[in-house]
């Protein structure tokens, strides 16, 4: 019997990424987008959308709903954790 097990691509989480359309800003991916089927509040059945992420701006907690072909990731110096500007250097890594 064929499997269904959908499997999800790769996608580093642990990462922070710049976004197209959102220039000198650095953000969290946290999840997955996930979609309630009809009937959620009697079933409870979430399915997630693995070409998109859920992620807040470094510093905020906004949620944003973006797709991962418009994320770019950061090298770990390329951004402030701080405040979340790419470039920016008030916070310099150790």
Known sequence: MPST???APEFDFDAVYTVEGW???AWHPWHHEKIRDEDFEWSGIEYEVLDRVVCTMVG???PF???IDELTKLPEDGY???CGQVGCKA???Q
Do not use: A, M, S
């Open 65 to 67: 709903t973006f797709g």
């Open 5 to 7: 097990e959908v499997k």
């Open 80 to 82: 402030c954790p701080g």
């Open 91 to 93: 916070h310099q890594w």
């Open 60 to 62: 905020d907690d906004r």
């Open 23 to 25: 220039n000198g800003i």
